[in-house]
């Protein structure tokens, strides 16, 4: 009512409101929750309060993959295996201990499963690629034959009964409906929150492009593992009440695959990595199989359906019913309006202007030692030696250059500097420590920051996004902040108005050009605060007034007490910035000096342009110095 | 200890089946990044087809692998063209599900035309063995195991000594240069999927004769693969060759030994033990990842 008396005297901005995505999508839900909760009160019908209950199981499933897989982009196939693991839990702690209420047990579920997945995920999630998906196939087969075999837990095929329910048949379904609409609103709290914290972030981050959240400080065995446990823990719960409810459970039944198929297809049709999406599937898909189940002969017609829909989703529904109505309403209502992408970008202010975290530094202060000290950096690829012994230092306080030819290994240095790929060997000493050995984000929270020469911003990240994903450091409190907003959010903000792309922070970052996305990771990096800001062609492929501006943000950030490493190979440009200057070349560093002495050093010149380069073949190689 | 060497023999036998599907899936993945969870079902339908050839038209279930493989082929080759094709570019979280899709629809199929009960084919050597001293070998597991390496060896040769074969790794290693150079990856990647089919009809054809079968099975067999590729080491050829070996060992001594109910759990214990020590499988390497960020 608020809302709407506050929107009276402006009548433009208030239809555009309630046609906005966001506001049907809250009315459309405050709606759905309200049947939810009164349905066993106007109905009791038995047929259709046991498909809302069976709703309500594959909502609180699909919900719970929304975060290891919509989130975290890893794909699980033994989602179901959760719900069977929570009705065992109760199925075999309810005959053991026929005194106790029942009830107790579902909690205990959730953490049982939330246990498995710790081990599972400490098994395949460590390491990045298809381990998880397979042994999440294999998990799903294997405690079967487990529920099967270990008959003195388990009773084996026969299965296990638990007690009958002791309360009033009239609403014998009441306590199994409302602590299943208890345990979705849990895990939906849930869900929205970690979409908003840093812990969120880090997972969106990681489905988008692991390498590189590993470099802006996300320790990702850490957070997917976490991930999959938090996507577990209350689909244990509910599948302990779904186990009350059956009151018969044995292995066939709750470790069914179509459990699991249903589940992944409730939260694809729905829509990945939205709120709602896995809900409104699972109450699309439930009723479905009931009708395959009841009126078309199950069995074969039901794995048709399943199959055949997943095809058929995956191929032409790959967003999902939620994300594809969202932006056909956000279509209709942007129409005419001039997007925000050709905006100029900002001229940006002085950062000392717009924050009290930096301010500038007395360069007599700076201690007269070297920052990063790098000996002996090896890597080869099979039997090409791309850095081969390669050893340089960088000054603290200075802006110190990286040039060399093409294929010299430059970018690789930055490579193993920051372990995106891992050494051979060498010694990397950095403010003082060893950071050899260490994973990506460990050197990021040591204070190492570092762009990419191609761009790697997250896509589906909007600008503020991408630049909050940001972990400074490892802490389970850090996680659970809340990123979107506040603090975090100010910080992000007072970067990107920096480097001059306020206006774009919610723009998702695909759409921005080249020359935007170079600014945004820049703003991406120092949000980590690095010491030591490695930029590999910071001036590459964008235009000169931004070249000239990109020189300005360094010799500031500079002037702020940070130490940068450069790659590039715009001469006039690494010239006037840079002092010292390495020169690197066939994986060594070949010279060291200020700009003057590099100009002059012949034998830069020589590696520059080849040691066959002559203007005329019969010219001695003097003449080209 | 005849007894432990018999088991031996016998799990090395199995073991070569097990590689020729293994690595149809490895091959697969390793060129195109497709983890085919319908690997299983494919295998299952050759069987079916070879019970039909030999139940039907009184063709030996072994000769008839000459029939059946290329029709796996072909039906591998139409799957790649309507359904994966399209997706081809996805991340790998679609090619899963895809593929999982595609595996029900495949036992939806095999229930409606072959029913779900348990299916055998039972040849004229199916009780027949072979008795070396003190050892016996069932003739049908002697058979199938030879068969499977003399398949697996002509899709050995194949890969390594033929034009296709480097157009098949040049696509693996680099589909940008390989498209570059003038392969056309869309014919390889079809090629490729049908062969790595064809492989696991084979492989099909072949446990078809060995045990009896039902359209569900197929759960119980993509586990079993994906477990030896991942211990194996995914996209590694010899890799899934060992790593069928080791399980075939592995699954044939748990039945005599530890109880036939454990022998399809056992196995996977030790392939989360491998995950656990050496995450990227016994050959299988770390790829070099900074080239391209795909």
Same mark, same amino acid.
């Given at each position: 009512m608020n809302a709407a008396a506050s929107a009276a005297p402006a009548p433009a901005a208030a239809s555009s409101r309630w046609t906005s995505p966001l506001w049907i999508g809250r009315a459309v839900a405050a709606l759905g929750a309200a049947l939810l909760l009164l349905y066993p009160v106007l109905s009791d019908d038995a047929y259709y309060q046991n498909m809302v209950i069976l709703s309500l199981v594959f909502a609180v499933g699909a919900s719970g993959l929304n975060v290891i897989t919509g989130f975290a982009g890893y794909v699980s196939l033994g989602q179901g295996a959760f719900i069977g693991l929570g009705g065992y839990t109760i199925g075999v702690l309810a005959t053991r201990f026929?005194?106790?209420?029942? %009830?107790? %047990?579902v909690p205990v579920a959730g953490v049982v499963a939330a246990l498995v997945a710790l081990v599972l995920g400490f098994v395949s999630l460590r390491s990045r690629g298809p381990s998880f998906v397979i042994i999440t196939v294999a998990f799903l087969f294997l405690v079967q034959v487990v529920a099967v075999n270990w008959v003195s837990l388990t009773n084996g095929t026969a299965g296990l009964t638990l007690p009958l329910p002791t309360w009033d048949r009239e609403i014998i379904n009441w306590p199994f409906y409302y602590a299943l609409v208890v345990i979705l609103a849990l895990q939906l709290l849930m869900t929205w929150w970690i979409r908003r914290t840093k812990f969120g972030m880090g997972l969106i981050a990681i489905r988008e492009d692991e390498t590189k959240a590993a470099t802006i400080g996300i320790a990702l065995p850490t957070e997917k593992i976490l991930a999959f446990v938090a996507s577990t823990v209350f689909v244990g719960m509910a599948g302990a009440v779904y186990g009350y409810y059956l009151t018969f459970i044995d292995p066939r039944g709750m470790f069914s695959i179509l459990i699991s198929v249903q589940i992944v297809l409730s939260l694809l049709i729905g829509g990945k990595a939205t709120l709602w999406g896995p809900v409104v599937g699972a109450f699309l898909i439930e009723p479905l199989n009931e009708i395959a189940n009841n009126n078309l002969g199950g069995g074969n017609t039901r794995l048709f359906l399943f199959g055949g829909l997943l095809v058929l989703v995956v191929i032409f529904l790959p967003r999902g019913l939620l994300p594809a109505i969202e932006s056909f309403l956000e279509r209709r209502r942007t129409r005419g309006k001039a997007g925000l992408v050709g905006q100029r970008i900002g001229t940006g202010g002085s950062l000392a202007s717009l924050t009290d975290r930096v301010q500038v530094v007395d360069r007599s202060q700076i201690p007269d030692r070297p920052l990063l000290e790098v000996t002996g950096l090896t890597k080869h690829f099979g039997g090409l030696? /791309?850095?081969?012994d390669c050893s340089f230092t960088v000054p603290e306080g200075s802006i110190t250059g990286l040039i060399g030819p093409n294929g010299s290994g430059k970018t690789t240095v930055f490579n193993l500097l920051t372990d995106t790929i891992r050494a051979d060997s060498g010694t990397i000493v950095f403010d003082g420590k060893r950071l050899d050995g260490t994973p990506p984000w460990k050197r990021a929270h040591a204070g190492l920051g570092r762009t990419f020469q191609i761009t790697r911003l997250f896509g589906e990240m909007t600008v503020l996004e991408n630049v909050v994903a940001v972990q400074r450091s490892f802490s389970v409190g850090q996680l659970g902040?809340? /990123?979107?907003?506040?603090k975090e959010a100010a910080a992000a903000e007072e970067l990107l108005e920096f480097v001059g792309m306020r206006a774009f922070r919610d723009q998702r970052a695909h759409a921005l050009s080249y020359g935007q996305q170079k600014l945004v990771e820049l703003a991406q990096i120092l949000m980590l605060d690095p010491k030591l800001v490695l930029l590999d062609e910071p001036a590459g492929g964008i235009n000169p007034v931004l070249i000239e501006r990109m020189g300005e943000m360094i010799r500031e950030l500079n002037s702020y007490g940070k130490t940068f490493l450069i790659v590039e190979h715009n001469m006039p440009f690494v010239l006037g910035l840079c002092d010292p200057i390495n020169v690197l070349a066939r994986g060594r560093t070949m010279a060291t000096g200020t700009p003057d002495e590099i100009q002059r050093d012949p034998a830069v010149i020589d590696a520059y342009l080849g040691d066959d380069f002559r203007v005329e073949p019969a010219k001695p190689r003097k003449a080209v110095s | 200890m005849e007894q432990l060497v018999q088991n031996l023999v016998l799990g090395l036998l199995l073991g070569g089946v097990y590689a020729l599907a293994a690595g149809g899936l490895t091959l697969i993945f390793g060129v195109m990044r497709v983890i085919n969870i319908a690997h299983g079902a494919f295998l299952i339908l050759a069987a079916f087809i070879t019970y039909s050839l030999w139940s039907g038209l009184g063709i030996d279930p072994l000769l008839a692998i000459v029939i059946t493989t290329p029709v796996i082929f072909v039906v591998g080759w139409v799957t790649y063209k309507l359904f994966v094709a399209p997706i081809r570019t996805a991340p790998m979280a679609s090619t899963v599900l895809l593929t999982f899709g595609l595996a029900l629809v495949l036992e939806a199929v095999m229930g409606t035309i072959w029913g779900n009960n348990s299916t055998a084919i039972r040849p004229a050597y199916g009780n027949e063995s072979f008795i070396v001293g003190d050892l016996f070998l069932p003739k049908a597991q002697v058979y199938g195991g030879l068969v499977a390496v003399l398949v697996l060896a002509v899709l050995w040769v194949v890969l390594t000594k033929t034009w296709l074969g480097r157009a098949i790794r040049a696509s693996a290693v680099n589909p940008a240069g390989a498209e570059l150079v003038g392969i056309k990856i869309g014919s390889v990647a079809a090629l490729v999927f049908a062969i790595g089919i064809a492989a696991a009809g084979a492989g099909g054809a072949i446990t078809g004769i060995l045990y009896p079968f039902v359209p569900g099975a197929h759960y119980q067999w993509i586990a079993r693969l994906l477990a030896i590729v991942v211990l194996g080491g995914m996209g590694s050829l010899n890799g899934a060759v060992l790593g069928a070996v080791l399980f075939g060992v592995a699954e044939t001594m748990t039945a005599a030994y530890v109880s036939p109910s454990w022998a399809t759990a056992v196995p996977y214990a030790i392939v989360f033990a491998v995950l656990l020590i050496r995450p990227q499988g016994l050959l299988g390497s770390r790829l070099r990842e900074d080239a391209v960020p795909a």
């Open positions: 026929p005194d106790t209420n029942p %009830w107790l %047990w030696k /791309a850095v081969d902040r809340i /990123a979107v907003s506040g | -």
